[in-house]
T-cell receptor, first 113, second 113 residues
Framework: GEDVEQSLFLSVREGDSSVINCTYTDSSSTYLYWYKQEPGAGLQLLTY?????DMKQDQRLTVLLNKKDKHLSLRIADTQTGDSAIYFCAEIPMNTGFQKLVFGTGTRLLVSP | SQTIHQWPATLVQPVGSPLSLECTVEGTSNPNLYWYRQAAGRGLQLLFYSVGIGQISSEVPQNLSASRPQDRQFILSSKKLLLSDSGFYLC????????????FGPGTRLLVL
């Protein structure tokens, strides 16, 4: 089935690292995404990872993928107040026959000075 | 470069009134197009997707419909709005290859009173 789960809230101090976790249930997913949504705005693609990768790093962002446990995480190093937003993970289950993005409920990250 | 536009940005409508939200994409041809809804405090739900002019697939039964009169235009409509139609509506596009990233518009916030 298709189900993507995330914790709802995360609060960190400026300069700390943030780790946002996501679990998914469809083992056929070969593409996994992280999107960022700032208040009142659309979704901005942050990064993505293919299922044949374990890790992907892009500047302050590190994505870790554990296919065995169907667990995806996004680590933000040196978190800034501008990183405060809702973060969505999403998968494209390949058994749907189409590029249907299935989103998690989103994790609201609050960065305090 | 490709851009995606949505309008209006915000809309307040009475129950029972019609609805028309528009989404246009620039800088690409024959994109796949998507309509999502984000209810308050919840994740994104795929409503419709389209692989070409006049080709619409509905993901969930609802009070809404979609049309694609031109290659890069996607319209979300309703004949009579319900209170439950309130939400944040996001349009997205992707190239037609399977698994390709979806890029989102700025969204339309709809409030039905």
């Amino acid at each position: 089935g298709e189900d993507v789960e995330q914790s709802l809230f995360l609060s960190v101090r400026e300069g700390d690292s943030s780790v946002i976790n996501c679990t998914y249930t469809d083992s056929s997913s070969t593409y996994l995404y992280w999107y960022k949504q700032e208040p009142g705005a659309g979704l901005q693609l942050l990064t993505y990872i293919f299922s044949n990768m374990d890790m992907k790093q892009d500047q302050r962002l590190t994505v870790l993928l554990n296919k065995k446990d169907k667990h995806l995480s996004l680590r933000i190093a040196d978190t800034q107040t501008g990183d405060s937003a809702i973060y969505f993970c999403a998968e494209i289950p390949m058994n749907t026959g189409f590029q249907k993005l299935v989103f998690g409920t989103g994790t609201r990250l609050l960065v305090s000075p | 470069s490709q851009t995606i536009h949505q309008w209006p940005a915000t809309l307040v409508q009475p129950v029972g009134s019609p609805l028309s939200l528009e989404c246009t994409v620039e800088g690409t041809s024959n994109p796949n197009l998507y309509w999502y809804r984000q209810a308050a405090g919840r994740g994104l739900q795929l409503l419709f997707y389209s692989v070409g002019i006049g080709q619409i697939s509905s993901e969930v039964p609802q009070n809404l419909s979609a049309s694609r009169p031109q290659d890069r235009q996607f319209i979300l409509s309703s004949k009579k709005l319900l209170l439950s139609d309130s939400g944040f509506y996001l349009c997205a596009w992707s190239v037609e290859r399977p698994g390709e990233t979806q890029y989102f518009g700025p969204g339309t916030r709809l409030l039905v009173l």
